[in-house]
């Protein structure tokens, strides 16, 4: 780093995505909702089954539904991106399509891999939007210097992914799904050097904020607390002591439930100043801004959206606790109608990450740049 560039930078202006207390209910605070949940599983005995339930309904199906209220249901959004929407939809036929190609030659293998691919996504998707949050901070903060945005980004993705790559090759059922042996051979080498990266990510992030600190530079608050909530869960959710005493069904939760609480924040803001702006001609926007008009409404309609394609997975026994009446009709390749409606229902959740990745590009929208408010000082 070149210290005359740096003391010649003005310090920076600590910026809240929102505002303080919006920030730290959900754009930060999110880690409480995955504290809360790993609490009650781990302190409390609550079984995962009902834990998984109550996440699906109160916040995970709620957040696909926040995607769709602000593109589909969007009037402005379905004519400015009519061959995203529509081309996006090709996702409910990955799993299918994957099954179909199971069945022709026999076996399992192609529709394991795309449940494989459908696990690492998930993770990805969460990671990414962790990444998303942070560069939102960076901008709205004028966070501008190369060294903090490479040291920021390395810190975040090995935090994030060297922990969950080594509960991936070390946990018993994640060890299963990617068809390795019962016990780790040399991929606990691996793991090791995983949780020594993420180590050294931290301390490296650490010392640059201590450095930046005695160059007068500021500490950009929100985008520190951001970082440490995102890899404090990282780090506790995968220490093999905790995963050895859960249920694998909880990684999902305790994951996602961050993410979903951070999404739903940044969503309500967004429709906040899109739909009920000054100014603002609600009629333009079709239904969007009668969904998001009341805090309720919103909720309502999302639990409702949840509810009617849990209902189809849980008709067709994908769903934990759900029924299995199909374990006799094999359709081929030791596959059941069961797995070929997990394929088509892994479909919501595909085509959310898809059109997630697309619609928040900041840098390429100036539309999106002012609703999100991100030239405010």
């Known amino acids: 780093m070149n210290a005359a560039s740096v003391a010649a930078t003005a310090p920076l202006r600590t910026g809240w995505l929102v505002d303080r207390r919006h920030d730290l209910l959900s754009t930060v605070g999110g880690l409480a909702a995955s504290l809360v949940l790993l609490g009650l599983h781990l302190g409390v005995g609550v079984s995962g089954l009902v834990l998984w339930w ?38 409910f036929a990955a799993g299918p399509l994957a099954f179909s190609v199971s069945v022709l030659l026999g076996r399992r293998l192609p529709f394991d891999l795309f449940l494989a691919f459908t696990n690492v996504w998930a993770y990805w998707h969460v990671v990414r939007q962790h990444y998303g949050v942070m560069t939102l901070y960076q901008r709205k903060s004028k966070d501008t210097l190369p060294v903090d945005r490479r040291v920021d980004s390395l ?24 068809g390795l042996s ?19 990510v931290v301390a490296l992030f650490a010392a640059r904020q201590l450095q930046r600190w005695r160059a007068g530079l500021g500490i950009h608050t929100p985008k520190v607390l951001l970082l440490a909530a995102a890899l404090g869960l990282s780090v506790l959710l995968f ?45 333009a926007f079709g239904l969007a801004p009668r969904i998001s008009g009341r805090f309720l409404v919103y909720v309502a309609c999302g639990v409702a959206f949840t509810l009617l394609y849990r209902a189809l997975g849980c008709g067709f026994g994908v769903h934990p606790g759900c029924g299995t009446f199909d374990t006799k009709l094999m359709l081929g390749a030791g596959l059941s109608l069961r797995d070929l409606a997990s394929g088509f229902i892994w479909g919501f959740a ?18 999106l740049h002012r609703d999100l408010k991100l030239s405010a000082v």
């Open 54 to 91: 109550a996440w699906v309904l109160a916040l995970d199906g709620p957040h696909i539904f926040a995607t769709l209220s602000r593109t589909y249901l969007d009037r402005r959004e379905r004519a400015a991106r009519r061959w995203l929407l529509l081309g996006s939809l090709g996702w």
């Open 350 to 367: 595909l085509h959310h990450y898809y059109l997630d990745q697309k619609i928040w590009r900041v840098s390429r929208d100036a539309g």
């Open 155 to 178: 810190t975040l993705y090995v935090g994030l992914l060297a922990p969950f790559v080594a509960f991936a090759l070390t946990h018993p059922v994640a060890r299963r799904l990617l």
């Open 239 to 283: 220490l093999p002591e905790v995963t050895r005493r859960m249920e694998v069904l909880m990684v999902a939760v305790v994951v996602t439930a961050f993410h979903n609480v951070q999404y739903h924040g940044i969503v309500w803001f967004y429709h906040r100043n899109r739909y009920h702006g000054p100014s603002v001609d609600p009629s």
């Open 182 to 200: 019962p016990q780790p051979g040399p991929e606990a080498l691996v793991a090791q050097i995983c949780w020594a990266a993420t180590a050294a």
